[in-house]
């Protein structure tokens, strides 16, 4: 922090522009293979083609979409998983496999806060290559030893202007979804993963006016017990507006250790409210099921399957479910992909061949000469039952691998509303203090060679999403029912 007390402003800024100027140094030394990737220039190591988890989110990612809440499963598209390695042949055409990732990537040991070393470095030398050039950044040295030497205010943390300089780099790509991720936000997505949360328990999204409103709260979680609804727009945390938050810093913000305690005022029809709530520690299951209650269902023995997210558990889960639902004697089932956002690439090919006999599931190409055909093969155990897929707008990505690959190829009818349309996949990169880079590396395609990117999967009946899911008021959910009762 620069010491305005200082006598010698001049020199005070001198000091600190040297320091702002030796780290972005650093860091664009450290950066030059990243940027030459970003160009489009870099190639992957030919045994181990990056493929991904398929991220959702048009400014935030699968783990980060979970809500302000603490929980796993936002069910608004706005953020993803986790990344793997994919074996291929060292070929320009990789051999289709659907084999699931057999190498875990390295991740670095993330630290509470990154700490940038300060130390002389030489100027970098950006290869032909790279798409910056010395002379850009000589003039971004220029502009911030300027901004050291006159800016009448606190300048911000060295790294918080690293980690805006990479952001801000990224923005030219035009791709919302290549990003960086600071190492607090990163750290919260492995943590995710584990399946464990610590926070009020309610899923979130980020509503068509930027807002932050609860989709519903988990029954019997801190949430559910304070009287939080579905509808209630979140306005305040502990004092603070919300409403100039970003999705990551709402979460950051709500979330907390277990036994602690938040204040957060809601709008809930145009009238605030107010809660203290006191978080919690609880697992959020990956599926839910059950055989559908005798009354709604006409006496019929109906299997219903609702996925929240395509973990790494999402195949193993879901097969769990459905042995359970046959066993019970289920005569068709209900695939519920609502609100999910998506997640593993493998793990929705895994869930697709769950219902889906042998044939494609999906094509991946890129611009670098990918080309790979993903299958699905005879032998699984719902192959044949009839069944009902259940989407709306926010089931996304690893959602839309599913759905899209049971509409095309004529398995079963989509019921609900257009998907969130997401049809890209990305590469998690975990960076040397945590942090990490999420990169565009392909795009995925229907078995009909359909792009969903932006346009999304129409379902062949469409229903409004009712306020609440489940139940005889579930107007997506009955449709369903009466579909498998009449065939129409």
């Known amino acids: 922090m620069t010491n305005y007390d200082n006598l010698n402003p001049k020199s005070t800024g001198r000091a600190v522009s040297g320091v702002i100027i030796a780290v972005l140094a650093v860091i664009f030394a450290i950066g030059l293979t990243l940027a030459g990737f970003l160009a489009g220039r870099a190639t992957a190591p ?30 608004l598209p706005v953020a993803a998983v986790s990344t793997s390695e994919r074996p291929v042949e060292p070929s320009a055409t990789p051999t289709p496999t659907i084999e699931p990732p057999t190498v875990e990537p390295p991740t670095a040991e993330p630290t509470e806060e990154p700490t940038p070393t300060i130390e002389p470095t030489p100027e970098p030398s950006l290869s032909d290559e790279s798409p910056l050039t010395e002379a850009d950044l000589a003039t971004l040295y220029e502009a911030w030893k300027i901004v050291a030497d006159q800016y009448d205010g606190e300048l911000p943390p060295l790294h918080k202007i ?58 019997g979680q801190p949430a559910d017990l304070a009287g939080v609804k579905a509808g209630d727009v979140l306005i305040e945390i502990d004092g603070q507006s919300a409403l100039d938050l970003s999705f990551d810093e709402v979460i950051l913000l709500v979330r907390g250790p277990r036994g602690t305690s938040v204040h957060l005022t809601f709008l ?98 890129n611009i670098r000469g990918l080309s790979q055909v993903f299958q699905t093969y005879d032998g699984d155990v719902a192959e044949t039952i009839p069944l009902v897929v259940l989407v709306n707008s926010a089931s996304a990505s690893a959602s839309e691998i ?21 049809g890209s996949v990305q590469q998690i990169n975990t960076l040397s203090d945590g942090a990490e880079l999420r990169v565009t590396i392909a795009r995925w395609f229907t078995p009909n060679d359909n792009s969903i990117d932006g346009v999304g999967i129409t379902p062949d009946i469409e229903v409004e999403t009712p306020d609440t899911l489940g139940g ?17």
């Open 46 to 75: 030919a045994q181990a083609m990056p493929t991904a988890v398929v991220v959702v989110g048009a400014e935030n990612d699968r783990a980060e979409a979970q809500a302000a809440t603490g929980s796993p499963t936002a069910p």
């Open 162 to 219: 690293v980690e805006s300089l990479i952001s801000g780099s990224l923005r030219p790509l035009g791709d919302d979804y290549t990003r960086y991720v600071p190492p607090d936000i990163a750290e919260r997505n492995r943590q995710d993963q584990q399946g464990e949360i610590e926070g009020i328990g309610a899923f979130v999204k980020e509503n068509d006016e930027g807002l932050f409103e609860i989709v519903r709260p988990m029954d």
């Open 402 to 422: 599913v759905a899209g690959a049971i509409q095309d190829r004529g398995r079963a009818v989509l019921i609900g509303e257009t998907t969130f349309g997401k």
């Open 268 to 365: 809930r029809d145009g009238e605030p409210v107010e809660f203290t709530i006191v978080r919690a520690r609880f697992e959020v299951p990956i599926v839910e099921f059950e055989i559908l209650p005798a009354e709604m269902t006409g006496g019929q023995t109906i299997g219903y399957v609702h996925l929240t997210e395509f973990s790494r558990t999402a195949e193993k889960s879901v097969l769990g479910a459905l042995d359970q639902l046959l066993a019970q004697g289920a005569t068709s089932i209900i695939l519920d992909l609502r609100d999910n956002p998506g997640g593993f690439l493998d793990q929705s090919i895994a869930v697709a061949d769950a219902f889906l006999p042998k044939g494609v599931a999906l094509y991946e190409r």
């Open 472 to 488: 005889p008021d579930d107007g997506q959910l009955m449709r369903a029912i009466e579909y498998l009762l009449t065939g129409q």
